[in-house]
């Protein structure tokens, strides 16, 4: 149907969206006209993208001169102009139907006829939006966050009529940006993340209402007890109240009354100074861990699992994509689905089912799917199966993995969103993994986290008042479990290396940081001290006085510093650093495995014992493996001046 190669674009509206939308393009190498209604508008926008650029330049967080960028961005007022050559059109106008209506149809006039024409909306369908075009297979729905430069989703919605290879060539354009798109399949108001959303802060307002909770123990309860980043009144206050109360009003929804009446009376949260907290005059946001005693935080959590549920029944989004949506675009810990496993999807049913008895409010009337996996015996982990299969361990979600032929097992740590903190079914994943790998296909391990910033930056602290202290046990688990693991294992650091994630690397064979990195140990800080084995690992390899000094004074170190102290093998300039790792992965898997295996075993099990006793235990590795032949081919090669080439026996 179409070539759908998409190089140049033009972006609709330069406000809060569009010019973050515009800089993300042109910082991955786009050609980008950035178009509003008045000059001066359109040069806000532009100016806000040096300034952000700029930003950047000093974090250095791109890699590019800003001017560079900012020479692929041109401003223009004239619509026709503006679309003449673009192969995407993202349209970031304000929220009106009728505004984006004219959009589209102006749009589609004067684009080409293969131009792809999306909107950035946020609450309405894309299809009314299509309609207004001869084109409608050509419109689909691309939701950025805001702001769109620090986040990492974006949704790709379909209209009704929206063609497949649109989508597609959607996904892609956004993965060209370096961002996570999911697909949302079927035109739904408000798409997947905010769909999940709304009853986390609607339901709390409803029970608000209803009179007997206060506004800091139900965001307590959340935040302290649940572990969510934000609580409901906070976040509403956070986002707008207005906000809110527009996306349900235009499709007619319930709106809790103590949302209403702010809005009436223009208390619409942090914007204006007031909303359910008072900020200008009162203390602003002021709950306490202490607070949220009794408070039902199941009644909210079930509202966003049945509003899930109704988005993977209706086949509009896969469990998969809700829960990385939920995660990358709504900062929560954990995706929705995954939250309705954990719980029991009966025990989330039977809140529903009580909510609606009680009140005979539609909101509450449970999913179909909800139902079916219930009626099914899918009730969540427990069972073996609810929205996911957990049959084989269930799906990694916080980690990936890649075994190559040649047997490199490679771990990414997968949580950019929180600098690849580890949560505990983060934890429990790399333990599995581990677990069940085979170790027969396996040379070497090599962990790294997700992204430019971080190995990892710890463990995840809003896990910490939630979870139980055996849950806590799982930490120490997965780094021993590293630290036994029959293969070498290889610690490729670049950017923070904190707590846990320092406490895993300390449990690898080998450690390789760039120079950027830094390493240390913050337990203190939250009054606690490293509970996987760091403060033991460290003083073997660093010596008493200065383990003191870093677990005492939560100290971080610079990579060149870590590797004068020995806890890292080297560190090295970040544009060698690929070259330095695919070196040592290369020895590694090219390697004798059976040596390898023994060396790993001999060394750490003679670490602790008396030197008699490691001595005898290396005679009895070396007699070993005097019989292998691998051996053999070691000596021939050594014999006939050649590289060995070795059966791994
Ligand atoms: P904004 O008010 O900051 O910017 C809108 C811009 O569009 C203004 O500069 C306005 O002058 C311009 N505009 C008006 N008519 C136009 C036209 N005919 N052609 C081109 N530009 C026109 O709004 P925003 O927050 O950037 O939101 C834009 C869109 O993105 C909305 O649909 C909104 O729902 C959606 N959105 C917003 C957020 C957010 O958090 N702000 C997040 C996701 C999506």
Redesign the pocket.
Known sequence: MMDAEIESLAV?????????IAEVAAIAGYDVVL????ED??E??YEQIEWSLEKLAEKNQIDQDPDDVLARISTMVD?EAAVADADLVI??????LE??R??FA?VDAASGEETIMA??????RVGDIAEATDRPEYVCGM????PPVKMDLVEVAAGEQTAAAVIDAGVEFVESLDKTPIRVRKDVPQFVVNNVLTPFMGEAGFMYDEGDVEIQDVDAAMVFQRGYPMGPFELNDF?GLD?FYHSREQWDDPIPESISSRVDAEDLGRKTGKGFYDYDDGEGVNYEPTDGEGIDTLRIEARMINEAAKLVGDDVADPEDIDIGMRLGGGLPEGTCRTGDKLGLDTVLEKLRDLHERTGAERYEPADYLVELVENGHTGEKAGKGFYDYSDGGPYHYISHELTEEGKLHVLFDREERLNAFSTDMFNEVQRLLETVDDEDVACVVFEGAGDRAFSAGADITGFTVAEPTDLASVDETVQTIYEYPRPTVAKIDGFCLGAGLEITLACDLRYATEGSRLGSPEIDLGLIPGGGGTQRLVRLVGEPRTKELVYRGMQLSADQAEDWGILNRAVEADEFEETIDDVVDDLVNGPQTALEVAKQVIQEGQDASLDTGLSLEAQGFGLLATTDDMLEGVAAFNQDREPDFGGD
Request: charged share 20%; aromatic share 4%.
């Open positions: 609709l509206g330069a406000g809060s969206m569009g010019h973050g178009r509003d209604i008045e508008l359109v806000d926008g619509l349209e970031a106008a304000p929220e009106d505004i984006k004219n959009i102006d909107t950035n909306t946020s609450s309405l939701h950025f966050f805001n986002g906000i």
